[in-house]
T-cell receptor, first 114, second 114 residues
Framework: GAGVSQTPSNKVTEKGKYVELRCDPI?????LYWYRQSLGQGPEFLIY????????DSGLPNDRFFAVRPEGSVSTLKIQRTERGDSAVYLC????????????FGPGTRLTVL | QKEVEQNSGPLSVPEGAIASLNCTYS??????FFWYRQYSGKSPELIMS????GDKEDGRFTAQLNKASQYVSLLIRDSQPSDSATYLC??????????????FGQGTILTVHP
């Protein structure tokens, strides 16, 4: 069956620009998570959606980062006024059972801010 | 103290040997434990989940959990060169606002040489 998909796979942008990263979870998975992974590190949690609502956004680094999931399926991570420090791989994961259930990752979006 | 700690390695084992990967965690409220495999340039792939003390076997993989010692390990039997990857330990708990959030270690690089 289809896994988690993310678009684009690569995004190069200039400092100060706005970007949107999209995630399409596994069909039927109600829980959706965004993580960010820098080279040589494990993924770091950004935000968790249960249905349409952000149940935990404690990992968002600042107010330039925002995410939505308006219909409870596809999610978009939005980054305003990008900075070079935002360069990383942004990973999306979904889970059938929120909380203790296993999470399955998409292929990621590699964001490079010049 | 990091919440989830792994030896970054690299861990090098000969083909056919047992590879032993270790992970400790600091949050006693952690309830679910996962091992992910990540090939270079790819996203994390779930290989094992464990929720209760003891051993859980799946093919060549065995996960071991000891909640009293806050320790989880992964054994890979009959290691193959295709097992060469970074192995990420991840934990989550169901309490409070961290419900569902995975906390990762930095990963252990495993190299299996012929």
């Amino acid at each position: 069956g289809a896994g988690v998909s993310q678009t684009p796979s690569n995004k190069v942008t200039e400092k100060g620009k706005y970007v949107e990263l999209r995630c399409d979870p596994i069909s039927g998975h109600t829980a959706l998570y965004w993580y960010r992974q820098s080279l040589g590190q494990g993924p770091e949690f950004l935000i968790y959606f249960q249905g349409t609502g952000a149940a935990d956004d404690s990992g968002l680094p600042n107010d330039r980062f925002f995410a939505v999931r308006p219909e409870g399926s596809v999610s978009t991570l939005k980054i305003q006024r990008t900075e070079r420090g935002d360069s990383a791989v942004y990973l999306c994961a979904s889970s059938l059972y929120p909380g203790t259930g296993a999470q399955y990752f998409g292929p990621g979006t590699r964001l490079t801010v010049l | 103290q990091k919440e989830v700690e792994q030896n970054s390695g690299p861990l090098s084992v000969p083909e056919g040997a047992i590879a032993s990967l270790n992970c400790t965690y600091s949050d006693r409220g952690s309830q679910s434990f996962f091992w992910y495999r990540q090939y270079s340039g790819k996203s994390p792939e779930l290989i094992m989940s464990i929720y209760s003390n003891g051993d859980k076997e799946d093919g060549r993989f065995t996960a071991q959990l000891n909640k009293a010692s806050q320790y989880v390990s992964l054994l890979i039997r009959d290691s193959q060169p295709s097992d060469s990857a970074t192995y990420l330990c991840a934990v989550t708990n169901a309490g409070g606002t961290s419900y569902g959030k995975l906390t990762f270690g930095q990963g252990t690089i495993l190299t299996v040489h012929p």
